[in-house]
């Protein structure tokens, strides 16, 4: 397909801030898209390939510059100036093609979309000497051959800031409205869950026949999102919304790792769905030696102890292990884990998604032979007694567990979404995970380093402000999360800068926690933070799964309620 048509879909999309509409084009859209052009799906959500896969184009802003510098003949100040100016480099792109065609008259040698992957496809896989400069000519020769409109969303692309406001759910619902007159939603979603993969899914949706849909499978060394939790404020709270009786469980402060097992093969698998199999040798073996069955989909809580005491530690104190790739053996033994395993979505071939949760626990503990500090199943009771619910509750409490789960014992598996049927009880806390969406330069000592950090929360795809922090962070790297250190990390992701304004593509969380919230028309979520301070980074965590507009409500409604009767 040419590229042309592409940009012009983005535009169209971008042209309405209407969720229907956008359903609309897309669905026109997509009916002309051939099965050999499949992985312009990727491209719809800015990306090259599936969700799962790790390789990710990403291209810094000033790796852009160079390139849109050499591919209209701009002096690379003159690019920075007009960003600067402008504020979006794709924008920028755009401007100068525009400048450059006027003055050369040179045709468009008519770009299409196989040449953009082929070329994005190669930036990632680059290393070594001499890598900048191969990226940059991958990238100039389609900036080169880009129109101005084409040019802007190239740039947009490989920056990782599309903006036309398209989410994976408004790809399933173009799809069922271009292939299944609007009648299959459940069905493309649940074909979406097991593959995680949309040109796969869009390459049987467009043959129109639900049943091809129900073909896909899960497969073993393909990660697929996990089932997020609701919260309850009380245990009365949580049995009046998953019924009587129930399971509750302690909900273990960890990381969430999702275990892959067939034949001698296990992977390991983060909730941003990342390969995390060499980061923890250990519990290879675990699995090995400790669970039953040849093949197996597992969901568990990672939890980090104490060598000497055997007591539970905080998330914080063993985060490090999920990215850490150098003197494995050494962390393993200094930071160890216990496996807590709650969920099986898969055994000997079968997908277990949609047997009920009482059934998919009750094999949990068939297959697992608990070895207490290696790997065990998460301790659990069932019951519709509130007294027993509330003293298990404190026992958690008391073992150093964050709370407890309490969990539908009828309620399938249902991955990627944030469920009624699963809910998470803790002690009142205020804090909230947000991401860092924008940054403002410091001055004196602080200058050179991003010092005040906007924070968003999320809504339906979009990323709302709440606030700036610019407390809670250290002055020195050594002694934790630095503003140098943070600088750092999120200058490769600055797509706009204005003097001392930058703004970042919505990648990094991190808790806060605050004094109040309050209704404000300075951001746009419509509320402030009072005093916020940064508390630790979450990289557990994707941006999509920030606290949410909707629990910012909730949270400021019941501080109300507080202020009133409390
Ligand atoms: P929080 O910030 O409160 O930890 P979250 O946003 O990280 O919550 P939620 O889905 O809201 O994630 O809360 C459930 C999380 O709790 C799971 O993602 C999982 O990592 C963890 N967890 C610990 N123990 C259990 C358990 N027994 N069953 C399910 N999830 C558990």
């Excluded at 909730?271 to 069955?293: S, W």
């Excluded at 003197?327 to 997908?351: A, R, W």
């Excluded at 699963?422 to 969406?437: A, C, G, H, W, Y």
Aim: aromatic share 8%.
């Amino acid at each position: 397909m040419k590229y042309l048509k592409l940009a012009e879909l983005y535009e169209s999309l971008s042209a309405t801030t209407k969720r229907l509409e956008k359903i609309e084009i897309l669905s026109k859209f997509l009916k002309e898209v051939n099965e050999s052009d499949r992985e312009i799906l990727y491209l719809l959500l800015g990306d090259i390939y599936p969700e799962y896969n790790e390789k990710k184009i990403g291209i810094s802003s000033q790796l852009a510059i160079k390139a849109i510098s050499k591919s209209t003949g701009t002096a690379k100040e003159k690019v920075v100036k007009e960003w600067k100016s402008i504020g979006d480099l794709g924008k920028v792109a755009e401007k100068l093609t525009k400048n450059k065609r006027q003055s050369t008259l040179q045709s468009n040698k008519s770009l299409s979309t196989e040449k953009v992957l082929e070329n994005m496809k190669k930036l990632p896989e680059l290393e070594g000497k001499g890598t900048v400069d191969k990226k940059i000519s991958l990238i100039t020769e389609l900036l080169a051959s880009a129109s101005p409109i084409e040019a802007l969303y190239l740039t947009r692309t490989l920056i990782g800031d599309l903006r036309i406001g398209i989410q994976e759910s408004t790809i399933r619902e173009a799809m069922n409205k271009a292939f299944f007159k609007g009648e299959a939603s459940e069905k493309i979603q649940d074909a979406i869950n097991k593959t995680n993969d949309l040109a796969v899914v869009f390459d049987l949706a467009r043959k129109g026949d639900e049943k091809d849909l129900g073909k896909l499978h899960l497969e073993i060394g393909k990660p697929i999102k996990v089932m997020l939790a609701e919260k309850a404020k009380t245990i009365k709270e949580g049995f009046e919304t998953v019924g009587k009786p129930c399971a509750i469980e302690y909900k273990y402060d960890g990381f969430r790792l999702l275990i892959h097992k067939k034949g001698e093969k296990v992977f390991l698998f983060t909730r941003r769905l990342e390969n995390v199999t060499k980061q923890f040798p250990e519990v290879i073996d675990y699995i090995k030696k400790y669970v039953k069955g040849d093949s197996f989909i597992l969901d568990s809580e990672a939890v980090g102890f104490d060598k000497k005491t055997k007591e539970y530690k905080p998330f914080q104190s063993v985060s490090q292990r999920i990215k850490r790739k150098y003197d494995i053996e050494k962390i393993k033994n200094e930071l160890p884990i216990e496996i807590n395993v709650f969920d099986i979505l898969y055994y000997e071939g079968k997908s277990l998604l949609h047997e009920p949760f009482k059934k998919r626990t009750e094999l949990i503990r068939k297959l697992i032979e608990n070895h207490p500090y290696k790997i065990i199943h998460s301790k659990q009771i069932i019951t519709d007694d509130e007294k027993k619910a509330e003293a298990f509750y404190k026992q958690a409490l008391k073992d150093r567990q964050e709370g407890v789960m309490m969990k539908n014992l009828d309620a399938p598996y249902e991955p990627g979404r944030r469920v009624g049927n699963m809910l998470k009880i803790k002690p009142e806390e205020r804090d909230l995970d947000l991401v860092i969406t924008g940054g403002e330069y410091g001055t004196g000592k602080r200058s050179g380093w991003v010092s005040s950090f906007i924070l968003s929360c999320y809504a339906d795809g979009k990323y709302l402000e709440i606030g700036k922090v610019g407390t809670g962070f250290k002055e020195k790297e050594e002694e934790g999360v630095s503003f140098k250190g943070l600088t750092e990390k999120i200058k490769p992701l600055i797509t706009e800068e204005k003097g001392k304004n930058v703004k970042i593509k919505p990648k990094i969380v991190v808790s806060v926690t605050y004094q109040e919230i309050q209704k404000s028309p300075t951001y746009s979520s419509g509320f402030a933070l009072r005093f916020p301070r940064f508390t630790a980074l979450r990289p557990d965590k994707s941006p999509s799964e920030a606290t949410t507009l909707k629990e910012v409500e909730k949270d400021f409604e019941k501080q109300k309620r507080n202020w009133l009767y409390g």
